[in-house]
């Protein structure tokens, strides 16, 4: 059964640091490329950050780059989106996500708020 499960979320003041985790389980990890989402109340579910399954290539949202780093530990089996300099416009629920063939899964999510 694929299982995505997040971790990480808090709140934090601007400026601050985050590392959120995605643990999974259920597919062969080293096969799919992962990706983080987000979503902020009353807007949709973005793309935040995707990594190949070689781990060799990454892509942000404009909003994000040079702030957001994604990355995987092939021996873990997981996911992270390391954030940093967090702006109250970060403030989201982010979730995990692969995408299997023609099925998404995704995880619960984390929540992100950031405030003074």
């Known amino acids: 059964q694929v299982r995505l499960v997040e971790s990480g979320g808090d709140l934090v003041q601007p400026g601050e640091s985050l590392r959120l985790s995605c643990a999974t389980q259920?597919?062969?990890?080293?096969?799919?490329?992962m990706k983080w989402y987000r979503q902020a109340p009353g807007k949709e579910r973005e793309l935040v950050a995707m990594?190949?399954?070689?781990?060799?290539?990454?892509t942000y949202a404009d909003s994000v780059k040079g702030r957001f780093t994604i990355s995987r530990d092939d021996t873990k089996f997981m996911a992270y989106l390391q954030m940093n300099n967090l702006k109250p416009e970060d403030t989201a629920r982010y979730y995990c996500?692969?995408?299997?063939?023609?099925?998404?899964?995704w995880g619960q999510g984390t929540q992100v708020t950031v405030s003074p």
């Open positions: 996500n692969v995408l299997l063939g023609a099925v998404e899964y």
């Open positions: 259920g597919f062969t990890f080293t096969s799919y490329h």
């Open positions: 990594i190949t399954k070689e781990g060799d290539n990454t």
